[in-house]
């Protein structure tokens, strides 16, 4: 898990194994994935639960939304990713926290390996999810009428948005676990931040849908705001829209910094 150095101290001692953030972060990151691949919950979480929501919303509401002019699978498949990526950010959480409780965290921190690379490998876990079950989304979307009418361009560009909204909504669940390091309290706090967040969005209705009072933090609250990036990149163009774009990067950018820094403080005194 860690580099070693060339060579050996006196005495012909072994050398002491020199850390190395990105090949321990890898390691653990691969520890991450093979765990998910034994609980069949992170499958389904990861992939099964976000195109049972895209099927029901199409279901329910395509119709309605086609009779008010609105191209539901086009509107709907970005919003349902983000969706997606706030299960990884509640799942990361759950990780984290059973770490801390299972004493695995204590464990890591005695070993000669970097200080940040235990966050970092559930970040890579999460992050190579969040894209595997964006794909199969925007595969049943393709199903539904969903199109990249921006290109290549857009897609590669809507990617970017992925894995940027994904970092930015995992790190607050990766420090909410590892400061509470509870499962059950977790997960009721992840969900206290989820559903207000989600709900009270453009992500599933236009803001026009709103109380006209209501729409101003509708329209500026990060999730809105990363769900018009995901449908610039993918319906508009982001040559057309940069103001959409570079706004929800500093959303992400934002939350990113916030949350990164506070990482090291509860890996600290996280187990």
């Not at 990713?81 to 926290?97: K, T």
């Not at 290109?151 to 560009?157: D, K, Q, S």
């Not at 236009?206 to 990363?226: C, F, L």
Request: charged share 15%; glycine share 10%; hydrophobic share 55%.
């Amino acid at each position: 898990m860690t580099a070693t150095t060339s060579g050996t101290r006196r005495g012909d001692e072994p050398a002491t194994p020199r850390p190395s953030l990105v090949i321990d972060s890898l390691a653990l990151g691969g520890r991450h994935l093979r765990m998910m691949s034994r609980r069949p919950a992170s499958i389904i979480g990861a992939l099964v639960l976000p195109v049972i929501f895209a099927v029901l919303f199409l279901t329910v509401f395509g119709r309605v939304m086609d009779r008010a002019g609105i191209d539901y699978a086009q509107f709907m498949v970005p919003a349902i990713v983000l969706q997606a990526i706030f299960f990884s950010g509640m799942s990361i959480s759950i990780w984290a926290a059973e770490d801390a409780a299972s004493g695995m965290i204590g464990r890591l921190r005695s070993m000669p390996i970097s200080r940040m690379s235990p966050a970092l490998g559930l970040l890579i876990g999460e992050a190579i999810r969040t894209i595997a079950g964006s794909l199969v989304l925007i595969a049943v979307g393709y199903i539904a009428g969903f199109r990249f009418e921006t290109g290549i361009v857009g897609f590669l560009g809507f990617l970017g948005i992925v894995v940027c909204a994904s970092l930015s909504i995992c790190l607050p669940y990766l420090v909410l676990g590892f400061a509470v390091g509870k499962m059950e309290p977790v997960q009721a706090i992840g969900n206290l931040v989820y559903f207000p967040l989600l709900l009270v969005s453009t992500l599933f209705v236009p803001a026009q849908a709103y109380p006209e009072w209501m729409r101003p933090i509708v329209e500026n609250q990060p999730i809105s705001r990363i769900g018009e990036a995901l449908r610039a990149a993918s319906t508009v163009g982001i040559e057309h829209t940069p103001s959409t774009v570079l706004i929800a990067l500093a959303w992400c950018a934002g939350l990113i910094a916030v949350f990164a820094a506070l990482v090291p403080r509860v890996f600290g005194k996280a187990g």
